[in-house]
Structures are given as C-alpha cells and as structure tokens.
C-alpha cells in the first residue's frame, strides 16, 4: 500500500555548503567521496525519490524534489554526521525559480572560488549521469542540467570569462614552477591519477620540465598507461611511502573519505611542499602543522590565483544576462508545459498545479512515513529544526 508520502506535494530545492560561507575544514565535513554518493543513491522514500548530488572541492549540493527542505537537510547530515547545530549554521537552501537559477549561475562559473571555472559544466554533467543511471533523475532535472549545459555554451561563445587557463591544477603547476626554479627542489610525486590529478601533470610537464615526477596510483591499469604515455616512474598505491621518500614535493589529488598521507610518512624525508588538491582533505592535520613542511589546500591554492582574473571579472554583467536570458527561457518551457499538461507526473504536482496548499491533514502521516523522520522530526509532529542562516551569496 502507497503511504500518505506519496501524494503530498513537493517543491524543487537546493541544499548545500560551498566555500562562500564554510572553510575548507567545516567543508571537508560535508563532502560526499565517489563510492558514499553512490551508495546515497540507493536510498529510497515517497519523501525523496529524485535527485542529484553534486560534490567537489568548492561546494556540496543536493538538488531534488521534496516535500519540505529539512528531508533534503536530513539527506545532506546523514551523509556528514554533522549536528543539527552545525547543517544550520552551514547550510543554505533555495526553492523553484531560485533554486533552478542557483543551479545556471553554478554552471555559469559564476558560483566558484576561481570566476568562469570551466571545470565545473562536466561535474554537473557527471553528477547528473549517476543520477540518471541509478534511477533517481526526472524530466524536470533533465531540464534543467540540460538548460546548464545550453548557459555554459553560450558563456565560451560570447564572452571572455573561461578564457585562458585558471583552475586549481595550473595555480599548483605555477608554483611548483617558480618552487623549481628557485628554490632547485625538481623531484615531484603525483598521487592521485583523476582528471585534477591527470591535469595537473600535463601542466607540471608544461610549466616545470625540469621536473623529475613520479605518480602513484590506485588503479595500476590506468597507472600503467600513464606511465608508459609519459616516460614517468611509477609506483602503486600500497608502495604511496616508498613513492614519498624518493619526493621533494607532494601533489595529493585523490578522493576518498579519509587522509592517505600522514606524518610517519613526511617524517625523515627530503619532502618540503605539499599539495593537498583533495575535497575532503586526504593530508593528515597533523601534515598541516608540522614544521619543515609546507602545506597548502584548495581554499589557499584558490586564492594565489590571479592570472586573467581581471579580465574575467569585466565579463560578469555580460553572463549575468545570459544566466537570466536561459533562466527565462527555462521559466517559459515550464509555463507552456503547465498550459498543456492535463497529467502531470507526481513530482509536477506543485510545477503544474499553481498555488496549490498541501492538505495539512497529510502532514503527520508524512512525518512517521519519511525515511528519515527520526532525523527530520523525530517522527513527530510540530518538532521544528533551528532557523537556517541566510545564503551569504
């Protein structure tokens, strides 16, 4: 038997943390690691049935159609562990037209530690694939990635904010350079073979190449390959201290829920810069602290990054009237869509039908039917979470 849930309207929201009111540290929290979204996915409630997670270094966000946006706020601590306190004093959420306009100035770079980040597009792109293979997408989500992907192109087209090359992988291949050249350290070890890490060695060799690197990886297929194209020495993942040892400098560009590289193996070697490129941080604290050694993560790297900023700065009037030309053109689909439409899916309930007022009546039984009304409400009624500070956009 279908519960009370399944007919109680719902809105389209975002709920998320990005760097613009957290730090990396309180970040590092929230950030959802590959293999725990896509466990996230699985789970399953008329109260959260379509999604999608979007987690890098600069931001995580859940966009999704719910009920009311303490489900989404329940998602998004679940994933962390966070406290009560602490999703409220970090979390930002927006509803329909601002949460459909959050998402185009995201993938316009408008949203980003680095303006007219060109990276971020394919996030959106990979993040909505996951959703759609594993089932938790809707045409209504569909839309709107595709609408992001329609503001991205129009960006690269008309104006100059993704030109020339600015992203955290050439900041650290820059310093890593002017490190080289004077400081005469030119032994560099990669670990991590992803697309920041996989980019960040193209522009090393590009920028550095008289640097001798290293890389270290988990998949030794891929390791193997890189290796061979590049004429590099390679070590596996299990042998990450031996790798360390032989390294002057550390480029620490994986993603997993915990540090991989810890004092004991800093300690005694000639390394003197470290990079940690990881969202959660996958360097130690104790790394962090210890003297002799130069640590630097995302939140720094970003902001030693000034080259062509000035000029992408002078273009945002110019994609600010893009995102609202594409967000209108969204908004327009969506008007004729609800002139037309005489059988709205369920999740278009509250798109189609305007101005509708849930029935009240419904909201105990959605209460003790939510997945995670222990967390939500407690499985009780008129149980209110603390107020969510305003989004320090």
């Keep these: ?233 390679s070590f596996p993942f299990s042998a990450l201290s031996e790798a360390v040892k032989e390294s002057e400098i550390v480029v620490v560009a994986t993603s997993v829920a915990e540090p991989i590289l810890r004092l004991n193996q800093i300690k005694s070697t000639p390394v003197r810069y470290v990079f940690d490129l990881s969202m959660p941080r996958n360097v130690a604290s104790d790394v962090y602290h210890h003297d002799g050694v130069n640590v630097f993560d995302v939140d720094q790297i970003s902001a030693a990054v000034n080259e062509t900023l000035d000029k992408r700065l002078a273009e945002i009037p110019k994609v600010k009237a893009i995102v609202e030309l594409k967000a209108q053109e969204f908004f327009d689909w969506q008007e004729r869509r609800r002139i037309r439409t005489t059988s709205p899916a369920p999740y278009e309930q509250l798109l189609i039908r305007k101005n509708v007022i849930a029935n009240p009546e419904n909201s105990l039984p959605r209460q003790h039917t939510c997945f995670m009304a222990d967390q939500c409400c407690e499985g009780t009624a008129g149980v209110s979470w603390l107020p969510v500070a305003a989004y320090s956009a």
Excluded: W
Aim: hydrophobic content about 35%.
């Design 1 to 233: 038997m279908i519960g009370h849930s399944a007919f109680f309207l719902k809105k389209f929201y975002v709920v998320g943390v990005s760097f613009k009111k957290t730090d990396t540290q309180h970040r590092s929290q929230f950030s959802i690691a590959t293999e725990q979204g896509l466990k996230a996915y699985h789970q399953s409630s008329n109260c959260l049935e379509h999604y999608m997670i979007l987690s890098t270094c600069n931001r995580t966000e859940i966009y999704g159609f719910a009920p009311c946006e303490y489900v989404l706020m329940s998602f998004i601590k679940s994933m962390s562990g966070a406290s009560q306190e602490e999703v409220a004093s970090n979390v930002y959420v927006k509803t329909g037209d601002e949460a459909v306009k959050h998402l185009l100035s995201v993938a316009a770079g408008l949203d980003s530690q680095i303006p007219g980040d060109y990276e971020i597009i394919g996030q959106i792109r990979s993040a909505f694939q996951v959703s759609k293979k594993l089932g938790r997408s809707n045409g209504f989500i569909e839309r709107v990635v595709n609408q992001a992907n329609q503001v991205s192109k129009a960006i690269k087209n008309n104006t100059a904010f993704s030109d020339g090359t600015v992203s955290v992988s050439y900041s650290v291949a820059r310093q890593i350079s002017k490190i080289v050249n004077t400081e005469g350290l030119h032994k560099v070890c990669i670990v991590g073979l992803g697309k920041i890490g996989h980019n960040t060695l193209r522009y090393i060799r590009q920028h550095a190449p008289s640097a001798e690197i290293t890389i270290v990886n988990r998949n030794e297929k891929k390791l193997s390959e890189i290796a061979c194209r590049y004429i590099l020495k």
